[in-house]
């Protein structure tokens, strides 16, 4: 099951559960599409390498019994 980061890891925008912007690396580093369409390399994750796509999003329903994560993840590019 997805984590779903609450932020993106670049800019820290929040990026609720239902998120249409938010994609992820298959190691689950969240980012903002603005974030990974100018300011990752590549379009690429910074932390693994791997190519980005758009982060599913759990129904409504599900996040009762499968909350998102609550822990914020930043690591600004320099």
Do not use: Q
């Amino acid at each position: 099951m997805l984590i779903l980061k609450p932020n993106c890891e670049c800019c820290d925008k929040d990026l609720p559960p239902d998120a249409a912007d938010a994609v992820i690396c298959s190691f689950e580093c969240t980012f903002c599409r603005d974030c990974a369409g100018s300011r990752l390399p590549g379009g690429l994750c910074p932390n693994c390498g791997g190519n980005l796509v758009a982060r599913p999003i759990r129904p409504a329903a599900k996040l009762a019994k499968f909350p998102a994560s609550k822990d914020r993840v930043l690591k600004p590019l320099a």
